[in-house]
């Protein structure tokens, strides 16, 4: 059992102090902390793998589940070998590569650990398997049912959001449950949107904020799962309950006991949030906003069980310290224009 | 206290689209009550975007809820609530 005293965030502040003494104190505790974080995430022997590489290299495993249940499956493509004649395996590694490409190159994290952990995913997961999910160690892709759904490695937003999952569970690793599951959900399509507009080099004005486009099966009327545009739009159809649940505001806040308290609908509002901040701030997303809703994740101040307004409050001081005053309005604003109020 | 019917939702994934059905044979709701009050017991694992199987069993005198995460569910049980979900 480990114990800390001292929390995440004054060793970080600490971190950034001038005396080099005090300095290398924090930063080696907080390597420390880091790595039980890890260690709890994937543990040990996984965790000892990832510590080996020295300097950031993308590592991809991809596997072929061939329609069973049994993870990780069979390795079908690692790091640098040819395309494979599967569409899903060549989609999984691009997607893979594309959302380690963002956190290295923009945010300077390498992996999801930030000590170079191969990026795992398996694919052709069970049978017509409407859904891709992280389990905790790696991503996993199904097929979709080709009725409703089509294969789940089909949008790099999807891949991104899904990697994300591990990035927040090695960080702030917010509680999945009610308002900080849905912060942990919104977190996840904000930065898989951001892979996807990264890849296409759009600005904030160019993208889509679609998550999940071409996913949806023909038939199905909807362009896509969600939009952090216009979130209540993305899809009207009776095959999938209706409209487009997700609220843009916290007046629609869904109080329920499904889906660990609606994590999937209410992070429609946090979502819409960040899309008016990227937009004001404009130019390219994920270096702004996206710089500020990142070090709000990992600086280790947000707590796990933190709720929306504690979540908007971070970012609104984040975009002060890092981008100064009018970021600070811009950020604030954004969250002004989903209900939330901040000081 | 016997067991009448169990209505079955899948909510959560990474669509968050619910799905019902419900099974409304006494015999068939008992065999998958028992199989649902065992598997509780399971570890929920840490998925993200991991489904979630809400059992809500109605017996002839309570009503009571069980949810189990898609790692809880028991493998010989998710094709039987898959066809049944899908069937809905």
């Known amino acids: 059992m480990h114990c800390t005293l001292v ?13 080099p003494a005090v300095r290398d104190a924090a930063v080696r505790t907080l390597a420390f902390e880091k790595t039980f974080a890890v260690s709890r995430l994937i543990g040990d022997r996984a965790l000892r793998q990832a510590t080996a590489t020295t ?9 072929d589940a061939l329609n069973g249940e049994d993870l990780p499956g069979e390795l079908v493509r690692r790091e640098g070998a040819p395309a494979s004649a599967d569409v899903a395996v060549n989609e999984a590694y691009e997607g893979l590569g594309d959302t380690w490409e963002l956190y290295l190159g923009v945010y300077g994290r390498n992996s999801i650990d930030d ?44 891949i991104g959001h899904e990697l994300t999952h591990g990035v927040t569970g090695a960080t702030a690793d917010l509680a999945y449950k009610n308002q900080s599951g849905a912060l942990n959900e919104s977190i996840s399509d904000v930065f898989g949107s951001m892979v996807k507009q990264y890849s296409l080099g759009q600005t904030a004005e160019e993208a889509d904020w679609l998550i999940g486009a071409g996913l949806l ?6 362009v896509a799962l969600r939009s952090m545009r216009a979130p209540g739009t993305a899809y009207d159809d009776e095959r999938l309950g209706g409209k487009d649940p997700q609220p843009a505001h916290i007046r629609d806040y869904l109080r329920t006991t499904s889906d660990n308290g609606g994590v999937h609908t209410n992070s429609g509002i946090p979502n819409h949030a960040f899309y008016l901040a990227a937009v004001a701030l404009g130019g390219n997303a994920w270096e702004r ?12 101040e947000l707590r796990s069980d933190a709720t929306f307004p504690q979540f908007a409050q971070l970012t609104v001081a984040t975009a002060e310290r890092l981008l100064g005053t009018e970021a600070r309005k811009a950020v604030a604003e954004a969250w002004a224009g989903v209900g939330l109020v901040t000081s | ?29 008992a065999k998958l009550t028992e199989a649902v009050r065992s598997a509780a017991d399971r ?15 109605v017996t002839t005198e309570t009503t009571d809820r069980i949810d189990l995460t898609g790692s809880q569910l028991p493998r010989d049980l998710r094709p039987v609530v898959q066809a049944l979900l899908a069937r809905s």
């Open chain 1, 7 to 19: 929390p995440p965030y004054i060793l970080q502040a600490l971190a950034r102090q001038d005396d």
């Open chain 1, 55 to 63: 300097a950031p290299r993308l590592q991809r495993l991809i596997h």
């Open chain 1, 115 to 158: 000590a170079g952990l191969a990026l795992s995913g398996t694919v052709h997961f069970s049978e017509q398997y409407d859904n891709a999910y992280w389990d905790g160690e790696q991503m996993v892709f199904g097929d979709g049912d080709g009725m409703l759904f089509n294969r789940f490695t089909i949008s790099v937003d999807v």
């Open chain 1, 217 to 222: 099966a023909e038939s199905v009327n909807g």
């Open chain 1, 289 to 300: 906003a996206g710089r500020v809703w990142f070090e709000t994740l990992t600086g280790g």
């Open chain 2, 1 to 29: 206290m016997n067991v009448q019917r169990v209505v079955i939702t899948r909510s959560g994934g990474f669509t968050g689209i619910s799905v019902t059905a419900e099974v409304d044979d006494a015999d068939e709701a």
């Open chain 2, 43 to 57: 570890p929920a694992g840490r998925g993200r975007d991991d489904f979630v199987y809400e059992f809500t069993i």
